[in-house]
């Protein structure tokens, strides 16, 4: 951000700014999305930023995406397969593929 400075100085400068950070210790991160998929940060460095009354995160780490078994996928093999719920949901899971999961119960 700024070149030869100083890191004690820096952290100075950025709490005369009412900046404040700190390092946060975790294994892993997950992130639930809206779609029912997760966002998986493995090996996560996670630095707290308080600035202004607001609290913010940066996450930096190994990033993996996991799907998620979502209500109107199981309902859809279910429709195309005649299966139970408890069918339809562990092919999904299994498979982690709408189609795949249609296949394996067809």
Same mark, same amino acid.
């Given at each position: 951000?700024?070149? #030869?400075?100083?890191? !004690? !100085?820096? %952290?100075?400068?950025? $709490? %005369?700014?009412?900046?404040? %950070? &700190?390092?946060?210790?975790?294994?892993?991160?997950?992130?639930? !999305?809206?779609?029912? #998929? $997760?966002?998986?940060?493995? #090996?996560?460095?996670?630095? $707290?930023?308080?600035?202004?009354?607001? /609290?913010?995160?940066?996450?930096?780490? &190994?990033?993996? &995406?996991? #799907?998620?078994?979502?209500?109107?996928?199981?309902?859809?093999?279910?429709?195309?397969?005649?299966?139970?719920?408890?069918?339809?949901? &562990?092919? +999904? /899971? %299994?498979?982690?593929?709408?189609?795949?999961?249609? +296949?394996?119960?067809?």
């Amino acid at each position: 951000m700024f070149p #030869n400075l100083d890191p !004690k !100085k820096m %952290q100075a400068v950025m $709490k %005369q700014m009412g900046i404040a %950070q &700190e390092e946060i210790s975790a294994s892993r991160v997950i992130i639930e !999305k809206k779609d029912g #998929n $997760k966002v998986i940060i493995k #090996n996560p460095a996670i630095t $707290k930023i308080k600035m202004q009354g607001e /609290e913010s995160f940066q996450i930096a780490g &190994e990033v993996s &995406e996991e #799907n998620g078994t979502s209500e109107e996928d199981i309902k859809t093999i279910m429709g195309k397969t005649s299966c139970s719920y408890k069918q339809a949901k &562990e092919a +999904l /899971e %299994q498979t982690g593929d709408l189609a795949e999961a249609i +296949l394996k119960l067809s």
